[in-house]
């Protein structure tokens, strides 16, 4: 295992005010350098955990880090301390399967130690391979059966708007749950009840259990599906971080003047980051041999370090 | 109407009455007290006491009696359309945000349609999440699409859950309450509508968690839940007229049972029966039979329960009769097995 290369971590590991008012003296290309840190940081966290357990969700992992990123690093009110802080933003992860890059995030945003990220999916950690928040300090839900994430967060949003609490509810979900009922069920819940304080966030990564998401069922086209079900639809490149914090100041500004929920389509590359697997045979269950990992880490780094001095 | 339709046929009128199997039945005996919705206005009043109670429906709202708690709260009540996964995962929210959701649907569809919602959402976080289910084993004539018989087998497997299968509307006022008071999610079977008012004639209050004796006697010992706790007082006060002299045990928590008190009253030298408005399979008459063999006690117990089967549509006297559930086939069944 290697040190992750150093970058700037924030001081403080709290975040009580909205994007806006937080970071008012800071820059555009400031705001974007501290948050792609962020995402290589939870990209090399990923690997480091993969590495661990031989095994694991890392290509998805990589994929959706910028996303985790973008709200983690930049969205999300929170106090690390408190996990349960009443006024925080809900992050919900309805892939279970995607825990790993959530404790990475979750470790970059000082909720999780780094140090304890080694024991994922060991028995008796706190970071089991499918994420449960009978577990997790900061996971907020049990995701993994698929389809549950956005239901439970029209209950959250309802119930946060009727406590008269600010807070904002962003769900993650992936391109394969739209395959389950439930998720447009939920959906039209949020539109009818008029959810302003709900985002959903869906990484496309065109991949599922049984293989591309084109085949298994098709899912496409799933902009006019989420603008049908009266959402506040955006489309962006999910590893671009300039268009995806674009794309959370739109949802924000959005969210102010009507009730409509905000979902971000975000395409990704599964493996991003990391030329040797962004071109390996796309797999639900990524296989990548022992002598790879530090192989990886290395073309992680290099590419992020190419990119920030670019 | 177009003068090419055939005439109507005027020998209708001529024909005998024909026994409706219309939904808003009522298993009420004619005459019998009753209660109007005990459920909505049980969870109005205690939402009157607790500011967190909410409640939500899947377009059930008029038929599940929370419409009476829509009208006192419309702020607190949310209506999630026919979308029972929905249903159960925005409640799993709401208690995630410190509120003590009441969601109701009919039984089939709680059971049946959204379980991985309730049990992943609500039962495993143990979250207090009150499911509220019309239409419990066999209410309606409307065949098995709405007749939940299985609905206790479904849930008995969820880990902590609560089921409560009520008698009437005194055990259904008390247990609303209850319901709001104790962690974790719950079931409830309910009785809506006119529902009987019965367990006011015996020295008897609602606990969560406890088997009650309503009534005792020398010769057989029933444990009934539900809707055959009411048939089972009229079955032996019936026994009375053939020198048969029957214990009642009222047994409205289905889960966790209380053992305790009804093994005390089965192992004795009486016939012991079991009677349920719900699937001989994985409800009441197991719960019980494995309680005795878990005390190694080697007692035969009798049930009368719903068969192992899809059952008929029709209406709901003619199917309680076709079916066991009625007085009448109770006492015979009882007689029968006295010899």
Redesign the interface.
Known sequence: MTTVRETTTPELHTQELPQKERMTQETVTDRLERVSAAAYRIRHHALNMGEVQGQGYVGQALGAADMLAAVYADQLRYRAEDPHWEGRD?FLLSTGHYAIGHYAALAEAGIVPVSELETYGSDDSRLPMSG???YTPGM???G??L??G???????????R??G?SARIYNFLSDGELDE??TW??A??AH??QLGNLTAMVDINALQADGKTDTVLRTEPITEKWEAAGWYTQRVDGNDMAALLAAFDNAAAQAATSGRPSVILCDTKVGRGVPLLEEREKAHFMRIEEHEWQLCREQLTAGYEGKASA | MSATTEAPDTTTAAKPKLKTSAMIASFADPGQKTASAPFGHALVKAAQENDRIVGLTADLGKYTDMHIFAQAFPERFFQMGMAEQLLFGAAAGLAETGLVPFASTYSVFAARRAYDFLCLDAAEPNLNVNIVGGLPGLTTGYGPSHQATEDMAIFRGMPNLTIVDPCDSIDIEQAVPQLAASEGPTYLRLLRGNVPTVLDEYDYTFELGKAKVLRGGNDVVFVSSGLMTMRALQAAKALEAHNVDVAVVHTPTIKPFDAATVLAEINTDRLAVTLENHSVVGGLFETVASAVVTAGLGKRVVPVALPDEFLDAGALPTLHERYGLSVQRIVAKVLAELG
């Open positions: 809900r449960m928040s009978t907020e839900i049990s993994g059966s389809g549950h956005l239901t439970i967060a029209v209950g959250m949003a309802l119930g946060l009727y406590q609490s009922g439930s069920e939920a039209m819940g009818h009840h």
